[in-house]
């Protein structure tokens, strides 16, 4: 029903009465002033989902009684206001900045001038001056005789359709005001001014008083939110920035917020917080957020809440933050950032990769404690020991133990773990275990496919071919004669000695011919 054209024919109606504005006592006294319309009439309320109707506790006060005048062919419709709700009625109207006078009907006065409009179109909570005297009616708390609407059935639809549920009312002007608390999945109704009756649009008046109406029902299904995080893999002592993303319902819930659970091994960073609505930075004075750092945990949690959601009804809103990865975060697990989207957990994961290596001897056997560093790009990484061997990356320098000196176990074993699989890492040998073998340091580096860790050398990097990339050793000697002779540098050996051969049998040569003569 287009309330508009019903307004309209309304005050049609009134107009066509001498422009007079019947009061409801008049009405009701005297039968030259028409007869109360008593018959019933369907409302019928639509919405999204079910459960828009379903939550739903919606009251019916009845503000405008409908009056006919004359009877068969001759006959006309006019509205008065209902007596027991006058004083709702007149004062909502003086607040909404409708004109009112002591000596007239004003809701009948309001309808005969066009001072009440509608919006058919949301958020509903434009500044129209029916949307104001709806909002007046509820707040000002002076309406009486309201009727608990039960639905005469289930509602009935489809997602793809819409649903619908009817009640029965004597007809009328009603206000229809919501008592039921917002859910996840669906805000609280606005008031909603709805009349019965059909207007003749050629004659713009009232002609049946008890057709009936339809009304979209004027709350809305709360939209999911989501999380992001920046980076899917990192490593421990790196930061992410976690994204929350959610629409505020129009018109709006009279709460918004995002409520976030961060899991072990982050760190909220409280100053990195910023607002967007539709994409367009918002002031950080509309927002309330933790004014210190959290940190995450099993039990962990904090809201970000919106001052005002009307302020930004049916906008996106988002929030980025950042969080530091700290040293309590599991190298197996990663670490874990949740969103409360109504009650159902939105997860953001970033996960950690690691690497192994041994240290051998000639014959396979792990070399213990030699010790090796770890760089990312130019900067040396920081290490904590979990066990002989097994070095977890410090979040900074100043963890607890933090080394950049990590020495292989009794096997030789060295492993890494903490790690981001979009890096590349230089691993060093920067002391050998002792005196005994071969003062050479080679280096290699370390990238990941799918997670697993790849090796790579150069001729630079292992000149003597100590690194095996496919079986993740590296070896080292007691003397020359133990080296792989491979790469470059086993090249040169291999010359080398060649050429010292090949002197020595020149030099035999001569030798022998000297002594022939």
Do not use: C
């Not at 009616?137 to 819409?162: C, I, R, W, Y």
């Not at 918004?256 to 091994?265: C, E, I, S, V």
């Amino acid at each position: 029903m287009k309330m508009r054209k019903l307004f309209a024919g309304i005050a049609a109606a009134a107009t066509l009465l001498g422009g007079m504005a019947l009061g409801a006592t008049s009405a009701q006294a005297d039968d030259a002033a028409g007869t109360p319309v008593t018959g019933e009439a369907t409302f019928t309320f639509t919405a999204e989902t079910a459960e828009q109707l379903n939550n739903a506790r919606l009251k019916a006060y009845k503000i405008g009684d409908y009056v006919q005048y004359g009877s068969g062919t001759d006959v006309a419709y006019g509205v008065v206001t209902n007596l027991a709700n006058k004083k709702a009625v007149d004062a909502a109207l003086k607040t909404a900045g409708v004109a009112t006078a002591d000596k007239q009907d004003n809701l009948a006065a309001a309808l005969s001038t066009g001072a009440l409009d509608i919006s058919t179109t949301r958020p509903w909570n434009s500044p129209d001056k029916t949307r104001k005297f709806a909002n007046a009616l509820e707040s000002e708390n002076k309406l009486t005789g309201g009727t608990q609407v039960t639905f005469t059935a289930a509602p009935t639809g489809s997602d793809e359709s819409g649903y619908s549920a009817t009640v029965n009312l004597p007809a009328g002007i009603y206000v229809f005001i919501d008592s039921a608390a917002a859910t996840g999945s669906v805000t609280k109704a606005i008031p909603m001014i709805v009349a019965s009756g059909t207007v003749d649009t050629v004659k713009k008046v009232l002609t049946n008083p008890t057709a009936g109406a339809t009304v979209n029902m004027k709350n809305t299904k709360n939209p999911g939110k989501t999380k992001e995080v920046d980076k899917a893999s990192a490593a421990i002592g790196d930061t992410l920035t976690y994204t929350l993303t959610g629409t505020i319902a129009n018109p709006a819930p009279t709460e918004f917020k995002f409520t976030d659970k961060p899991g072990k091994g982050l760190t909220i960073q409280a100053g990195t917080f910023r607002f967007y609505a539709d994409d367009v930075e918002a002031p950080a004075t509309d927002f309330t957020v933790p004014d210190s750092d959290v940190t995450g945990g099993e039990n962990a949690s904090f809201d970000v809440i919106v001052n005002n959601p009307s302020k930004y009804a049916g906008k996106v809103i988002k929030v980025t933050f950042n969080a530091m990865i700290n040293d309590d975060a599991s190298v197996t697990d990663g670490v874990v950032n949740k969103l409360d989207n109504y009650d159902t957990n939105v997860e953001a994961k970033t996960g950690f990769v690691g690497f192994d290596f041994t240290k051998v001897d000639p014959d396979g056997k792990g070399i213990e404690n030699v010790t090796f560093q770890v760089k990312d790009g130019d900067t040396t990484l920081y290490f904590v020991k979990q066990n002989d061997g097994s070095y977890k990356k410090a979040a900074s320098t100043n963890t607890p133990d933090a080394t950049t000196d990590v020495k292989t176990n009794a096997n030789g074993k060295l492993v890494f773990t903490g790690l981001d699989a979009t890096k590349t890492y230089t691993v060093t040998e920067t002391a050998r275990a002792n005196g005994d073998y071969l003062d050479i340091k080679p280096s290699f580096t370390v990238s990941f496919s799918n997670g697993a860790a790849v090796l790579a050398k150069t001729a630079t990097s292992d000149p003597w071919g100590l690194v095996n990339t496919t079986a993740k050793t590296v070896k080292n000697v007691k003397s020359i004669t133990q080296l792989p002779l491979t790469g470059a540098a086993g090249t040169t050996l291999f010359t080398v000695v060649a050429l010292l051969v090949a002197g020595a049998g020149v030099t035999v040569a001569v030798k022998s011919r000297q002594r022939m003569h």
